[in-house]
């Protein structure tokens, strides 16, 4: 079980951290990856992080703002918003690959069959 949490209203420029606790599966073994979904587009991949080496991979329009990292001990994955804007404005979901020792894919998707509900994101001034 995966549960998003962290999310809010924040304005253009500040920051905010959401959170993504797993259960049933025990980190850094399996990688993990940020998704958001904004009012009628499709869903995006925006982070990933792999297992073990912690490797990470992000979309390019949140590159140097956004930071992906992972406290193993409380099972948990953070992605770090910063400079946020409102393209940032979505419902942000956390997935993992259930595979052990997965890494990252190119299209963030691969292998990600464990998804939360979600938690809204709002950027608005």
């Known amino acids: 079980q995966l549960v998003e949490s962290g999310g809010g209203l924040v304005q253009p420029g500040e920051s905010l951290r959401l959170s993504c606790t797993i259960s049933g599966y025990t980190l850094p073994y399996y990688a993990v990856s940020w998704f958001r979904q904004a009012p009628g587009k499709e869903r995006e991949g925006v982070s990933c992080i792999s297992s073990e080496n912690g490797g990470t991979r992000f979309a390019d329009s949140v590159k140097g703002r956004f930071t992906i990292s992972r406290d193993n001990a409380k099972n948990t994955v953070y992605l770090q918003m910063n400079l946020v804007t409102p393209e940032d404005t979505g419902v942000y979901y956390c997935?993992?690959?259930?595979?052990?020792?997965?890494?990252?894919?190119?299209?963030?998707?691969?292998?990600?069959?464990?998804w939360g509900k979600g938690t809204l994101v709002t950027v608005s001034s």
């Open positions: 997935a993992m690959n259930g595979n052990f020792g997965s890494v990252c894919q190119e299209d963030f998707y691969g292998g990600m069959e464990e």
